[in-house]
């Protein structure tokens, strides 16, 4: 496991990883804001103090994995793989672009630290319950994380992969649900409702844990339970805010695939950098 | 000549093949004993996974499974294999260039009294637009068996059809080599050739044989690997017959037969007649009786050949 960092890196890095989603889907003048503001801290938690994983060598056997099984945030992956050094942080303007690694939904084997392309919904959770089922037969320690949108749980196949992961007692997997409440066309119990969602993943045999998806203490725990439950996979189902840290774009479901334009970018990033200076600007914590 | 279905070859050979290859997984969708996979998971218990009735999450978790290093094969009725669970083989195989083997079985109308629903002559079509998709339809089970431990060091995504109807084994085990991607000229002649693939290769022997007590010699090529296609060889076949017939239990709408035709028509332009299912469903009844209505048999495909001849 990633040595832990402090509350407040942990609030630091994830800013970072804020400034480069706005800054890639601004360049990129398309992408997902929104949904990737909302995974941001928990992506953040993953990667900086709980996953396994090796930025020198993305392909190590041992690696924990994690599928993005919700593709259209690459922003927060791929902005939070470059914090961890997979690639420059500078590339984050290239996404989405002739020529860039850092394609519009995440690819696997072209861009360092993504384990699974990923992008139609429903089937990044199937992916993950093959790896984990292929490290429990081998033995193999490794856990695998999957992160899905609420609106994805639309989908029929995320339930056909919920039945597989219990029936095979895959507690080696940890699914985690963005329940930010919105999507495309408005509030997803009014396009089409997936509530109650704690419950259809009990009656499909997972261990269930609620939580708020910006409190990283919560986040931990919930996490460290996740993985201390053996015998059944675990969901974690994180209340968020669409647009998560950026005033203008906080539970609007517009912002779920629009690019800010110049005077957006300009209002957000300088949110963020007052962020940033604000946490930086405090003494460390004591540890 | 004995007859083996090559679902059956199927299963046998999973069990050879897990001896080169320990670590072999593999899924099927509540159709086991249909697909003939039960052969392995009888032998091999822990390393077969019923995934139930879900065709779409069972090639989702072939993927998962793949990206791990594994070799996986993931069993399903064509139909749901290529058809229902397209989009799956697309985005989480094909795109990410897993090493994932899909067994489908029960391909074509010769399911039999099953009907439409279940006769899938829409597969290959569907498959062949998949990029770097390999698509392999044997044709008897020393070939099906050959095929399929050939997938022990043939990486990427590779869709193998495999039939429900007991056919001629006329090749030898012997002397018989698999190669991906190499037609196998069966026999010798120039005025015309009979390309074809799966249940209609033997047919197409038999016609040929007939043909030739009518003054015709056709060439006869088994076309096992439909995609990469062997260009080199059905070229030569245009250049050096000038007609090619191509016979297939599927849609004339992008199978083989609209393989070749592409091929042809780019490289060495000659005509090229289709002998398949003509843009219409199946239905209930006998394989064999079936087979015979919609002309694929020895007699339909000689009818084929007279028709290409006066072309």
Known sequence: ?287 | MEKIATRISYGNALCELVQKRPDLFVLDADVAHATMTVTFQKAYPDRHFDCGIQECNMLGVAAGLASTGKLVFASAFAMFAAGRAYEIVRNSIGYPKLNVKIGATHAGISVGEDGASHQCCEDIALMRTIPGMTIINPADDVEARAAVLAMADYEGPTYLRFGRLPVPVFNNPDTYKFEVGKGVTLKDGNDITIIATGLLVYPAIEAAEELVKQGVNARVINIHTIKPLDEELVIKAAKETGKIVVCEEHSVIGGLGSAVAEAVSEKFPVPVVKLGINDTYGHSGPALQLLEEFGLTTDGIIDTVKKALNK
């Not at chain 1, 360049?27 to 930025?55: E, Q």
């Not at chain 1, 961890?84 to 590339?91: L, M, Q, S, T, V």
């Not at chain 1, 360092?112 to 139609?120: I, L, N, R, Y």
């Not at chain 1, 539970?251 to 334009?261: I, L, Q, R, S, V």
């Open chain 1, 1 to 287: 496991m990633e040595s832990k960092l402090s509350q407040l890196d942990l609030q630091i890095t994830a800013c970072k990883v804020r400034m480069g989603i706005i800054e890639g889907t601004y360049n990129a003048k398309s992408g997902h804001p929104g949904g990737s503001l909302s995974v941001a801290d928990t992506i953040t938690y993953l990667y900086s103090s709980h996953m396994r994983i090796f930025p020198d060598n993305p392909n190590e056997p041992t690696r924990d994995r994690m599928v993005l099984s919700k593709g259209h945030t690459a922003p927060a992956l791929y902005s939070m793989l470059a914090q961890k050094g997979f690639f420059p942080p500078e590339e984050m303007k290239e996404l989405r672009k002739i020529g860039s690694r850092l394609q519009g939904h995440p690819v696997r084997d072209k861009i360092p630290g993504v384990d699974m392309s990923t992008g139609s919904l429903g089937q990044g959770i199937s992916a993950a319950c093959g790896m984990a089922l292929a490290g429990k037969v081998s033995g193999d320690n490794y856990r695998v994380y999957t992160v899905l949108g609420d609106g994805e749980l639309q989908e029929g196949m995320v339930w056909e992969a919920a039945m597989f992961g219990a029936h095979y007692k895959l507690d080696n997997l940890c699914a985690i649900v963005d329940n930010n409440g919105l999507q495309i066309d408005g509030r997803i119990n009014d396009v089409m409702s997936p509530y109650p969602i704690d419950k259809k993943w009990e009656a499909f045999g997972w261990n269930v844990i609620c939580i708020d998806a910006h409190d990283f203490d919560q986040i931990e725990q919930a996490l460290n339970d996740a993985q201390n439950k053996t015998g059944q996979p675990t969901v974690i189902i994180q209340k968020s805010t669409k647009g998560k840290g950026v005033s203008f774009m906080e539970d609007k479901a517009n912002w779920h695939g629009a690019a800010p334009n110049e005077e957006q970018y300009n209002q957000a990033m300088s949110e963020l950098q007052a962020r940033l200076e604000e946490l930086s600007g405090e003494p460390p914590a004591a540890e």
